[in-house]
Structures are given as structure tokens and as C-alpha cells.
Nanobody, 115 residues
């Protein structure tokens, strides 16, 4: 069955870094664009970063541009989100998701940025 399993979340200090991973299985990972989304308490889920199936094209929300980097390794069926210069506003549950033709979500990983 399809699985997306996120890992790497946790507690970070403001200005710190974390790297999230999302391991995929059960579908042809290399055929799918992928995205990282986040949902903070009381807010709607939002797209943070996206990457094409080949990894050549990426795009970012303005709020994370120049701080976050999305990447993927199709040989390992894994997509990553490198987060640096973290801010308290980055606190959220982070999810990976396929971006078509079928939509699959991971279970999410909590990121908390606090001193």
C-alpha cells in the first residue's frame, strides 16, 4: 500500500536548523512531483515547498524562501526539506504530499521552534 513516512521533526531554537525526510513506498515515486506542507495551530494547511518529479524545478512559499531547501533522491524514494534560520512562526506539523496524479499524504511530523 502507499506510504509516506515523515521524520526529522523536533524542537529547535530560533536560528537553528532541521532536516525533514519523507520516505515513500507503494507507488512510482519518480513519476510524482512532491510537496511539503505545514499546518500551525488554528491555521489552514499551506504549501511550503514543491519539487518536480525530476528534482529540477522547485518553488517555495515567500515566508520560507532563502531559508528552506527542498530536494529529492529518486533512488531512495525520499524527499527532504532542509530548514535553516528557523523562526517561531515555523512551528507547525509538517506533511509531505504527492502532487498528482493521485494525492497521498503522510502522517506529519511536529516541528517546534522555541527558546
Amino acid at each position: 500500500q502507499v506510504q509516506l513516512v515523515e521524520s526529522g521533526g523536533g524542537l529547535a531554537q530560533p536560528g537553528g536548523s532541521l532536516r525533514l525526510s519523507c520516505a515513500a513506498s507503494g507507488f512510482t515515486f519518480s513519476a510524482y512531483a512532491m510537496g511539503w506542507y505545514r499546518q500551525a495551530p488554528g491555521k489552514e494547511r499551506e504549501l511550503v515547498a514543491a519539487i518536480s518529479s525530476t528534482g529540477i524545478d522547485t518553488n517555495y512559499a515567500d515566508s520560507v524562501k532563502d531559508r528552506f531547501t527542498i530536494s529529492r533522491d529518486n533512488a531512495k524514494n525520499t524527499v527532504y526539506l532542509r530548514m535553516s534560520r528557523l523562526k517561531p512562526d515555523d512551528t507547525a506539523v509538517y506533511y509531505c504530499r504527492t502532487r498528482g496524479p493521485y494525492v497521498y499524504w503522510g502522517q506529519g511530523t511536529q516541528v517546534t521552534v522555541s527558546s
